[in-house]
């Protein structure tokens, strides 16, 4: 899985720890990296993604529809689900501030639903750690 | 003189392009079935 995942584009470095069973992956710093490709390639691996979390930095935007989205490159963005942090930065929509947020993109259905994982991922932001 | 400074200024907007930039910094999993 660490060699799928790391020939995947935009990745750096792979750190798989067979223990717990927590993958961490490193993007290039210049690379654009895309996490349903990711999420692809993990299930493509063999192996069940239980949930994916993210840190990134970008802006706050109002997509297409209205909801709240983190901008992370100019064709990258990713809905946010509404929650108590994301209406804190509702007030950023639009604006230049840019926010580094740690959040959820994908949890395994709980029960007997069965995951997609071509559904697009929206980021559940569960920290906010920076605004500037 | 000049040229001093605009090199300078230059050098100053391109670390400061770097650091605004909107990146994923990190994407952490947890997975299930590995061996």
């Not at chain 1, 990134?56 to 109002?62: H, L």
């Not at chain 1, 989205?69 to 929650?83: I, M």
């Not at chain 1, 959040?103 to 500037?132: H, M, N, R």
């Amino acid at each position: 899985m660490k060699q799928h995942l790391g020939r995947q584009s935009g990745v750096q470095t792979v750190e798989v720890s067979l223990i717990d069973g927590k993958v961490d992956v490193t993007p290039k710093e210049d690379g654009q990296i895309d996490p349903a490709q990711l999420l692809k390639a993990t299930y493509d691996s063999g192996v069940t993604a239980a949930e994916m979390d993210m840190t990134a930095r970008g802006k706050i935007v109002k997509d297409s529809s209205g909801g709240l989205a983190l901008q992370v490159a100019p064709k990258q963005s990713f809905v946010l689900t509404a929650n108590e942090l994301s209406k804190e930065l509702e007030a950023l929509a639009g604006t230049q501030t840019m926010v580094t947020v740690r959040g959820q993109l994908y949890k395994k259905p709980t029960g007997k639903k069965k995951a997609d994982p071509s559904a697009p991922l929206k980021l559940l932001i569960l920290e906010v750690q920076k605004k500037e | 003189m000049n040229t001093r400074r605009l090199a300078l200024l230059a050098l100053l907007v391109s670390i400061a392009s770097t650091a605004a930039q909107a990146q994923i910094k990190h994407i952490e999993m947890r997975v299930e079935g590995m061996t």
